[in-house]
């Protein structure tokens, strides 16, 4: 697997709103169809899920981790509507650890890949951002 860099988390959060959306929804794409060796091959596995390779993550969290509210994703308030992001990081953890399938880890992270999906096709969305 071919992943996105950290570099280009911080080259898509710079950029734009809209950059940084399609950075992340690249990002959870590829968690989504990585084998377990394809995920073990990359030098930063463990924090795969993590807001570490989120392009919006980077660009709205704010140096102190709390500006998420900012984050389109933070204004939809994902954590409210059934613990989104938080599950399907979790059931990353759980998937590389063997203690649930692949099919799972897919079934509990396929919301956020939905969400971050819902972002980049809402051009008029108040919550996503356009410049």
Not at 58 to 75: F, L, M, T
Not at 83 to 93: G, R
Not at 98 to 127: T, V, Y
Request: proline share 5%; aromatic share 6%.
């Amino acid at each position: 697997m071919n992943w996105i860099t950290k570099i280009e988390v911080e080259s898509a959060a710079i950029d734009s709103g809209r950059a940084a959306i399609e950075c992340s929804v690249a990002h959870w794409r590829q968690l989504l169809t990585a084998t377990k060796r394809e995920v073990r091959a990359h030098e930063r596995w463990r924090v795969l899920a993590l807001g570490t390779y989120c392009a919006l993550c980077e660009r709205y969290r704010g140096a102190d981790g709390g500006e998420c509210e900012k984050c389109p994703v933070g204004k939809i308030k994902p954590c409210e509507k059934g613990l989104i992001w938080p599950n399907a990081s979790l059931a990353f953890d759980r998937w590389m650890d063997g203690k649930i399938s692949r099919r799972q880890f897919r079934k509990k992270a396929q919301p956020m890949l939905d969400l971050l999906e819902s972002l980049e096709e809402a051009k008029d969305c108040p919550h996503t951002p356009q410049n």
